[in-house]
Nanobody
Framework: QVQLVEYGGRLVQAGEPLRLSCVAS????????MAWFRQAPGMEREFVAG????????NYDDSVKGRFTIFRDNDKNTVYLQMNSLKPEDTAVYYC?????????????????WGQGTQVTVSS
């Protein structure tokens, strides 16, 4: 059974960097897409970034392009989200998600497995 556990969320000042980690277990993740979503209070869950496990292909929402980087470490079965130049509007619960396949979908309903989420708060 696939398990995803996120780490790293905390309170930071605007402009500071933060790295989130998602440790995946329960199977090998060849031909899987791993993604980060976020959900602010009263808002729908939205796609942030995704990576195809085998090819390293990535995709980003326009709101984070140039500031966030998604990458993974095969040996540690871990996907990271490096967030730079954080803004107050980045405040949300960040979720790690996984799905089979090679296409990086941006709709949350396409993902089968989810972590519990980690809170990121950016103060101005």
């Amino acid at each position: 059974q696939v398990q995803l556990v996120e780490y790293g969320g905390r309170l930071v000042q605007a402009g500071e960097p933060l790295r989130l980690s998602c440790v995946a277990s329960g199977r090998t993740f060849t031909n899987y897409v791993m993604a980060w979503f976020r959900q602010a209070p009263g808002m729908e869950r939205e796609f942030v970034a995704g990576i195809e496990w085998s090819t390293h292909s990535t995709n980003y929402d326009d709101s984070v392009k140039g500031r966030f980087t998604i990458f993974r470490d095969n040996d540690k079965n871990t996907v990271y989200l490096q967030m730079n130049s954080l803004k107050p509007e980045d405040t949300a619960v960040y979720y790690c998600a996984a799905k089979q396949g090679v296409v990086i979908q941006t709709k949350s309903r396409e993902y089968d497995h989810w972590g519990q989420g980690t809170q990121v708060t950016v103060s101005s």
